[in-house]
């Protein structure tokens, strides 16, 4: 499953712990907090849900926390169906927005926000000024992205913003991948910048 929920380790004032999510897909890694905490003896982890209790501080219900868990499953899994049609990469901004949407609706799913989700990822598919730094330094412009004629491989068509401006195609999982340097920091292999200067 690619969103998995936990308990943050530590402790608020209250004696509770944050419910974060982390969500995985296509080799990008999120973080988040859906915006609740319980007491740590509230929640299973096994089945990635609040347990039965009253409620936490704010009043908030274990069967109102656990919706928002299921709604949020849903929605990732659509986000996620979207990426993959378009072939565009998720980003921080659509993951707040998906997480904001359905914290919103209440423990509802926000199904009024597909088609908002829809325009945030085709939106990215456009390619527009979408650059790229090489962890060695070299600045790079993202064309377009495709497929490989005989293996359909997912590739990268991307240019070089320095030089000769050579056009380069490179396999998606590798431009996206990431490099283990010899301080034995991992790092990305590309990425992404907002400007090329």
Not at 98 to 112: F, H, I, L
Request: proline letters at 6%; glycine letters at 6%; a positive charge.
């Amino acid at each position: 499953m690619p969103l998995k929920f936990y308990l943050e380790k530590r402790l608020n004032k209250h004696g509770e712990a944050p419910i974060r999510a982390v969500w995985s897909f296509n080799g990008d890694r999120f973080q988040t907090t859906i915006g609740f905490s319980i007491p740590p003896q509230a929640w299973d982890d096994q089945a990635a849900r609040v347990l039965p209790v009253p409620s936490n501080h704010k009043g908030e219900m274990s069967a109102f926390m656990n919706a928002i868990i299921e709604a949020l499953e849903k929605a990732v899994s659509r986000v996620e169906y979207f990426s993959r049609r378009y072939n565009v990469r998720l980003n921080k901004p659509t993951v707040n927005k998906v997480v904001a949407d359905v914290r919103a609706a209440g423990g509802e799913y926000p199904s009024t926000q597909e088609a908002v989700w829809r325009r945030m990822v085709k939106e990215r598919g456009r390619l527009t000024d979408c650059y790229y730094e090489h962890y060695t330094g070299g600045k790079y412009k993202v064309i377009a992205y495709g497929k490989e004629t005989e293996t359909l491989v997912d590739v990268v068509i991307y240019q070089e913003m320095f030089g000769d401006h050579q056009i380069w195609v490179r396999p998606r999982s590798i431009f996206f991948g990431k490099k283990k340097m010899p301080d034995g920091t991992v790092v990305d292999l590309y990425r992404e910048i907002t400007s090329p200067v």
